[in-house]
């Protein structure tokens, strides 16, 4: 039971919302990813590297994934992310769930570039596309402002889904970018201004309406 100021029993104390906790681990290393070339959802769908398998092994024994149980692996649909959450999925005992809404963006022409190319290729539409939201890579299907859509809805989808859960998504630069930005309340071109390296892991913690970043970038287990 609850009480009023003037000491009027309420009824009982409504529940506590329920916290979950987002675990964002983005892939290990493909072939392109050291020459900073651009991989999407429309690219030709690469395989972890030596390196890139050897990161997604000391991500899937990170201390972090062992301080609390985690209760799903969910991944990007795309190959390089499978085999990380495998990795992962393998060490905790679990079956790796696969989420279409967690996959790269397409970036179109781009697919396979660098930015140095892109830039001597399609310089109006990367200036385009680096300044607004709206923009979308040189015959690609999403603008950043569609991945951050589409990502979103993955989320409410997984947190109604799995409430009070410890979840490890497994997913791509662009996807966790927009989550944290998503999570901070910061402009739409926020992800531009963000670093996420190859197999780091970021947390979000979820409660009720309120989100709260706890780690961002962490990359410890690799070193």
Known sequence: MTSAPDGRATGPAAPAPPTTLLLLLRHGETALTPHR??????G????????????????????LLAE????????????RCRQTAQAAAERLGLEVEVEDGLREADFGQWEGLTLDEIRA?????????????????????????????????????????H?????????????????IAGALAAPA???????????????????????????????SHLR
């Not at 030709?44 to 201390?63: H, I, K, M, V, W």
């Not at 926020?190 to 970038?217: I, Q, R, W």
């Open 68 to 79: 609390a149980p985690v209760h799903a692996v969910i991944s990007s649909p795309l190959r």
């Open 121 to 161: 290729r399609h310089p109006a539409d990367l200036r385009a596309w680096q300044e607004s939201a709206t923009a979308a890579p040189t015959g690609a299907t999403e603008s950043l402002a569609e991945v951050a859509a589409r990502t979103a809805t993955a989320r409410d989808a997984l947190l109604a889904r």
């Open 189 to 219: 071109e926020a992800p531009h201004a963000m670093h996420l390296s190859p197999a780091s892991l970021s947390v979000l913690v979820h409660t009720g309406p309120h989100t709260a970043m706890h780690l961002y970038n962490d990359t």
């Open 163 to 179: 409430p009070g859960r410890r979840l490890l998504l497994v997913s791509h630069v662009t996807p966790i970018k927009t989550l």
């Open 44 to 63: 030709t769908d690469p395989e972890l590297s030596a390196t890139g398998r050897t990161q997604a092994a000391r991500a899937a024994a990170s201390a």
């Open 37 to 42: 070339r651009f991989s999407g959802s429309g």
